[in-house]
């Protein structure tokens, strides 16, 4: 490389460079030097699944999500099982999950999840589409030709 850096710097001096001979795969293969290939090992999460049937169980799972941990919670049935104690349980358990930035969020009827405050949950909302018909389009042709002939 050397050598040909010298050739190159002395072509203006009336030197010529030839070009050089070509080189085999496997002499090319032969130079390069192999680069390891380590996997990088992805951060996993887990999730914990329980069951709230009362205030002990409610602080578990809010222990468990405070420390990393996505809960999904079972519960009695939300709509028809549920007593003004559980309610406050479930109060209770808003608030504190709040306190560490983390989410409360009622999955059915008989689950709960609980999320640490790095994760985020988005509601995807669906853009509302139009109807596009082929009978719509036509009749509000027609009616807009309707109105202009009224206008006349």
């Given at each position: ?5 010298k ?10 460079i ?13 130079e ?22 009362d ?33 406050e349980i ?16 009622a ?11 790095n ?20 009749l ?10 009224s206008?006349?």
């Open positions: 490389m050397l050598k040909k850096l050739q190159l710097l002395n072509k203006g001096r009336g030197e010529n030839s070009t050089p001979s070509p080189v085999s795969i496997d002499d090319y293969l032969e390069i030097e192999e680069i390891p290939i380590s996997t990088v090992e992805e951060e996993k999460i887990t999730i914990k699944v329980c069951s709230i049937e205030e002990k169980d409610a602080i578990n799972a809010i222990v468990l999500a405070e420390a990393g941990y996505i809960v999904i919670a079972k519960t009695p049935n939300l709509e028809k099982e549920i007593d003004d104690e559980f309610v479930i109060r209770k358990m808003r608030n504190e999950v709040a306190k560490f930035g983390g989410m409360l969020l999955l059915g009827d008989e689950h709960l999840l609980i999320t640490p405050k994760v985020i949950i988005e509601k995807l909302i669906k853009e509302k589409k139009e109807n596009k018909s082929p009978f719509k389009s036509v509000t042709e027609k009616e807009e030709e309707k109105e202009d002939r206008e006349e």
